[in-house]
């Protein structure tokens, strides 16, 4: 097997001085407050030592004062009858931010709901979640949501505000406009109509802040009808995508997650996978999962669909890139056979336009792209908002309702809409706090959040989703479509509407409580499948992108992050803002991405291009008549000649103190071309003055480039699946076995025969006839139990084990939020980010190979990381005190008031998944003025906020390590469950969260003992060739296996050791 | 002369020291008793089970009462007369099997029992520190005791002194000089020493009780006596605790649960065979407090009907109960698994509650009590199928290795089990 080089960042690659010394130091300050060097050489240090210790004895003992303090238990008033304490209840609803959409369960605790989960009942997200979802609990108990309605900025009632809107309404001086995100819910619709018809002069206009207009536009050219197609990843053998991030943010990514798994799953016995094709000029998470992957400038994307489409016909495409030709050929090729998916992610009317032919001409309509069943998550046109602009600048605009957008803020036109409001007389956001519109407002009528509200939506035509509220308003809000009913004049509240029209619609309380609980409401049988043939006029949109002259020069792109998304109420949740970015790992912020050649060029010394040194250089951009500084990210992977910055960022302090002062607005350098938005345009750059600290947790927890990646081509596979286990065991066969047992003594005489015999010599080559069960079996078991000195525990009942599939893991982060959110997981904040100090238990490594020059070459691989569980485990045998300590079910367990912090643990993790809490993350407050210099994180400190936590869960407090438990809870609570029942646990019963947060099913669970679970038969007998265990040599007996990567490709591209001398000239 | 008082002193403190251990090592009758009998047994009344004090008087044999402690089951099935007398005597329910105790705890626990002696007409209210005391006699006696052969010690070692003081003066030797006992660096060190090792002690006996309230014995907002409601009037203990058998919490009852029998009960009626009294002695009127629980559950008792306000909500509000029973934050009980799976009676842990006009916390409800308790009790290893995955026990059970499995054996006694 050739040594693949993997590296985390150019630090990695480089291996500088710096970068080891980091390494080296895990921890990187010793103590989190200042010794001087003075202080034993001083005259007295003996007075100060006793200074000191009479100082904190007294402390101890008044902080601690013998007296117990008097505890209340205080039951219910009128105790629900369907609520035990103690025991969760679970209400499934929807999700629904904009037009994004996910179905959902809520699981609420006495009361407060506390987790979130995917409803597998939706055929259209099928469970799956994404880090958003996963975060949606928190914003619940965000504390700067307005706690009441205001007017003027002060606080009011809603009586005053609803007289003073319907007499503004009813006056009918100039145009009223509604203005909101794309609605997908069938009764707010009505609602909305039923107000246009008491209000005439009302015009409800829809926008997104981040537009699929472009799309929608090409498609109403095609078919006639404003609406976009669904797609089927699942169905499609050849994807090509021309920059959609249709894993991480575009159009519906968890339907699409879930979808491309489908045709990612592969074994031994069905090799069989999808292969993708991706072109894209920064790197996201779905270039990272591509099989085959080319850059181009974003003005060369319609160049490219072009090409793509004429190469379908037989032309041989011409650019200079000559991946970029290949890749166009071969996909080409691929999509001819059938089954074939063409997406793009241009908002350019033409692009889409062309994309629609080839999916016309490769037969996709009906089969991968289903344009009988369109998708309605986006809607909106920004020509119609910048015409309402215009309206309101020419003072035509009377009243302006606007809920679920901000155009003061996610708008390109932001400062010229916030200008032109102060010309409205009467203005009425409905949004959760004062964001930047709401502040310009006249009246703020807060709308509940969706975890307080009735509600539906219907995704697409006929998938009715229902939304119901897992608690009471917390706030005096009320409801959006109340507000409406109201002015409107009617006398229903929006809850009792709401139960009539789908009383009305399914038919009696019976189907209706059915329809409740189960929270969808779909049409039997598979989704409907049809396309219109039709693809608009090509051949003008084929001329209209040979007009454009692709620039030259820089471009910059502006993109949305898969954590904070659009901005929105994201911006400040904590959560979101420290999970670490899928490609560049960094927190907290926005910045300039730059490719490593550029940033070279740039004449960066090479200490502050790579990732050792939290300080980045600033970076002047220029583009759009906008110019900005922000410091300088390098990703490799990014196009030499394109920079991108995210949005989301830049928000006002009234949103929030996390969202506040991070970074910079970058909606402003969107262009607009008349008629749809461009994502990108052309830009200067040069290098600023100074620079500013970024958190980027690439650097932490760092495997000294121990080989933990396994990766090969699909045709690797093919010829030889067992190549991974013939690879593990010349690395451990040789202690399967007991030295003074023959190695060739195949046949009678050896304990462990002749399966895992002999690794040296020649025997090696026996295996070609592939890999059997009781080869990996005894594999396992002989180095189990011969590869070490010491006892061989056993695991009498339950044995937990965990498989993690790289190939389907995309990256996306849900797993990390879901961890986070079921175990009560501080934030730290980006002060404490910068020490390394983030507590994530589940962390996605990322890790590149390539040449860093060249972003062509770049494959990147995913790798979530926690607690391995070593039933061989070497932080169990440095505790002084024993708090971590090996379970009979495998669990390597951790006690944390055993913990006495000495960190020997940490440092003899080979796997670096264990966290020590340097501070009180979650009790701070419980001393006045004691919160942390990073304000940022301080609204996690605070009795409101901490509604959020898992009462099963404890809450960690200074000076203990904490790790990964599997979820221990959930499988006492599965194991509990089974007891009371008197049956055995079934397979599949105790899940973990991340288990049920991953939208790929790229992480299995069960009991290994149990030889009829998926976990057992994964292991030995579905997945045995695509096994192994990370840094297995070393005999620590992990209780994670991962399932190789396998790509779609002719070659994996790494730095082998005849490249090796390129790859170091390249830096 | 040094030596000789550095010798006596020594072998004084040599053995009060070993006397001490010795009391320490034998096993403590008391705890044992509470922790594994009193659930059903009382030491003088009968109970679930019979009154102990004497039992081992009554029954054929001692070795037939070891074998009835660590399986009656067995002995019954064995077709032995006595044992099945007593059983059929006691509503043929059968006997938790004690296994995990050795002889020397039985012998223990009985002697225990038969010093137990009925309590003095205190009152009743008296009656868990009588017993106390009773058992403590027995150590004052010894420190008495001690105390006098220290006394009489120091009488002879002085006489003895000045006996030979007197001695070498008549024989004319230089005699050495007399130092106080306050200027004796040895008594000095001694006592340093012993003061030391009982500070020591004190601390961390008291650093190791921080927190815990082992008969802990509050005022309640309302006096519910559990001893009419569960012991008089026979009310199972889950109609009102209804979480006990379903999730982590017992659940305390809300008031509009009380209002199931109290619509109709109205005034306690049970002054003339059992009047209430606090533990401080004071007389409570049964009456007054239901009048209490008519005013948290916003019931007009005239009426006869709840009272609402505008919205028709009933205007309740909770009791603000006194939390006897705390636990630190870092331990995770579940009631279900002790009460549904385990079928632990409620007795075992909270003490003979439906004996309690006032409750009190019975049991320390300290680690080493539970874990105590994991290691002895047995699970419902062949009755419940959810333990059919442990093939090794099964087949050990059906070879006759073994008799059960202990909770510990199925990994009771790991750190996450309790404690994530």
Known sequence: ????????????????????????????????????????????????????????????????????????????????????????????????????????????????????????????????????????????????????????????????????????????????????????????????????????????????????????????????????????????????????????????????????????????????????????????????????????????????????????????????????????????????????????????????????????????????????????????????????????????????????????????????????????????????????????????????????????????????????????????????????????????????????????????????????????????????????????????????????????????????????????????????????????????????????????????????????????????????????????????????????????????????????????????????????????????????????????????????????????????FRKDPGQLFKARENEIGHYSHLAWVTPEGHGAEGAHGEAHAAPHGPAAADHSAGVTAEGVKSLDEGFRENGTLYPNFEHPGIHWGMSIDLNSCIGCGACVIGCQAENNISVVGKKYVLKSQEMHWLRIDRYFSGMPEDPDTIQTVFQPMMCQHCDNAPCENVCPVSATNHSSEGLNQMAYNRCIGTKYCANNCPYKVRHFNWMDWNGADCFEDNLYEDYRRDDMNDDQTRMVLNPDVTVRSRGVMEKCTFCVQRLQDAKLTAKKEGRPMKDGEARTACQQACPTEAILFGNVNDKSSAIYKLRHDEQKERTYYVLEQIHTLPNVNYLSNIRNTDVIIAGDETKDGLLKAHI | MFRRIAQSIFTTVIALFVFQVSSFAAPDGKALFQSNCASCHNPLKDATGPALKGADARVPSKEWLYDWVHNSQKLVASGDKYANDVYNKWGKIPMTPFPALSNEDIDAIFTYVNSVEPPSAAGPAAGATATTEAKDGNAWLYTVITLILLVLAIILWRVNSGLRKVAEQKEGLP??????????????????????????????????????????????????????????????????????????????????????????????????DHPLYTAEGERVDGTKEIQKLYKYAGWDPVKKDYIRDANGNVKATPVKWVKIHNLPDHVYFNHSQHVAVGKIACQRCHGNIEEMDEVFQFAPLSMGWCVNCHRQTQVQFAENNYYSIFEKYHNEIKTGQRDGVTVEEIGGLECQKCHY
């Not at chain 1, 990187?28 to 060097?37: A, G, H, N, R």
């Not at chain 1, 991706?278 to 400038?297: F, M, N, P, W, Y």
């Open chain 1, 1 to 716: 097997m050739s040594q693949k080089q993997y590296w985390k960042g150019l630090e990695e690659l480089n291996d500088s001085t710096a970068h080891k010394d980091v390494v080296d130091n895990e921890f990187k300050e010793s103590l989190p407050f200042e010794v001087s060097d003075k202080f034993l050489d001083a005259a007295t240090p003996r007075r100060d030592f006793l200074k000191f210790l009479g100082f904190s004895t007294v402390a101890a003992t008044l902080a601690a004062s013998c007296e117990m303090p008097v505890r209340r238990a205080i039951p219910y008033a009128i105790k629900p009858e369907d609520i035990t304490p103690g025991v969760p209840n679970y209400y499934a609803s929807t999700y629904v931010d904009g037009g994004d959409y996910c179905a959902i369960v809520i699981k609420t605790r006495d009361g407060r709901p506390i987790k979130i989960e995917g409803n597998e009942r939706s055929s259209i997200t099928r469970g799956g979640t994404s880090a958003r979802v996963q975060a949606s609990v928190l914003n619940l108990y965000d504390k700067t949501r307005l706690r009441q309605p205001h007017a003027a900025g002060q606080e009011a009632t809603f009586e005053a505000i609803d007289r003073r809107v319907m007499e503004g309404l009813a006056s009918a001086q100039g145009q009223a406009y509604l203005l909101t995100s794309t609605i997908i819910s069938p009764t707010t619709k009505e609602i909305i109509t039923q107000f246009i018809g008491k209000y005439p002069n009302v015009k409800h206009v829809v926008y997104d802040p981040m537009s699929y207009s472009g799309m929608l536009l090409a498609a109403e050219a095609a078919t006639g009808k404003r609406a976009l197609p669904s797609f089927r990843f699942d169905v499609a053998k050849t994807i090509v995508s021309l920059g959609a991030d249709f894993l991480g943010t575009w159009l519906s990514p968890i339907e699409f997650a879930k979808q491309y798994s489908v045709g990612r799953k592969l074994s031994a016995k069905n090799p069989v996978m999808s292969k993708h094709y991706q072109v894209e000029s920064l790197h996201t998470i779905t270039g990272a999962k591509a099989d085959h992957r080319a850059t181009c400038k974003p003005s060369e994307m319609g160049a490219v669909a072009v090409a793509l489409y004429n190469a379908i016909n037989g032309t041989a495409p011409a650019f200079a890139n000559k991946n970029l030709n290949n890749l166009i050929v071969k996909a080409a090729n691929d999509l001819k056979a059938g089954n074939g998916l063409v997406v793009s992610g241009s908002n350019d009317v033409n692009v889409q336009t062309v994309v629609n032919a080839i999916n016309a001409a490769i037969g996709a309509n009906g089969t991968t792209v289903n344009w009988a069943l369109t998708n309605n998550t986006k809607q909106g046109v920004e020509a119609d908002l910048v015409a309402v602009m215009n309206a309101m600048e020419a003072g035509q605009v009377g009243t302006l309702l606007v809920h679920g957008v901000n155009p003061a803020y996610d708008f390109a036109f932001g400062q010229k809409f916030a200008a032109a409001m102060k010309k409205v007389p009467v203005t009425v956001s409905f949004a959760d706090r004062m964001d930047e519109t709401a502040q310009l407002c006249t009246y703020v009528v807060p709308d509940h959040h969706f975890l307080e509200s009735w509600g539906d939506a219907e995704p697409k035509p006929g998938y009715y989703s229902l939304m119901q509220p897992g608690i009471a308003p917390l706030f005096k809000t009320r409801a959006f479509q109340d507000s409406l009913l109201t002015w409107a004049g009617a006398t229903t509240t929006y809850a009792d509407y709401w139960k009539q029209y789908w009383m009305g619609k399914v038919g009696g309380q019976e189907n209706f409580d059915r329809a409740l609980q189960d929270g969808v409401i779909e049409p039997a049988g598979e989704m409907a499948v049809g396309g219109g043939a039709a693809a608009g006029n090509v051949a003008g949109a084929i001329a209209a992108i040979a007009a454009q002259k692709p620039a030259a020069g820089m471009e910059l792109v502006v993109y949305q992050k898969i954590s904070i998304g659009h901005g929105g109420s994201w911006s400040n949740n904590p959560w979101l803002q420290e999970m670490p970015d899928p490609i560049t790992k960094a927190t907290w912020d926005n910045y300039v991405c730059v490719s490593p050649k550029k940033a070279k060029e740039l004449g960066e010394e090479l200490t502050s291009i790579t990732e050792v040194v939290n300080a980045k250089r600033l970076l002047k951009v220029k583009a759009n008549n906008v110019e900005m500084e922000l410091p300088m990210v390098v990703v490799p992977g990014m196009h030499n000649d394109v920079v991108a910055i995210a949005v989301g960022y830049g928000r006002n302090e009234k949103v929030g103190r996390a969202a506040a002062n991070t970074g910079k607005n970058a909606y402003p350098f969107i262009a607009f071309n008349g008629q749809t938005y461009n994502y990108s345009s052309p830009a200067t750059i040069e290098k600023g003055a100074g620079t500013y600290d970024i958190a980027i947790t690439q650097t932490h927890h760092s495997y000294e480039g121990r080989p933990i990646i396994r990766e090969y081509t699909i045709d690797e």
């Open chain 2, 175 to 272: 005699s050495s000089e007399e130092i106080p006992l306050y200027r004796n660096k040895v008594f000095i060190a001694m006592g340093v020493i012993i003061l030391f090792i009982l500070a020591g002690y004190w601390l961390v006996n008291g650093a190791v009780e921080l927190g815990r309230q082992q008969n802990y014995q509050p005022e309640q907002p309302v006096f519910y006596s559990h001893k009419v409601h569960a012991g008089i009037n026979q009310i199972n203990c889950l109609y009102c605790h209804a979480g006990a058998e379903k999730s982590r919490q017992a659940m305390i009852p809300s008031p509009n649960m009380c209002m199931n029998c109290h619509k109709q009960i109205s005034e306690y009626t049970g002054d003339a």
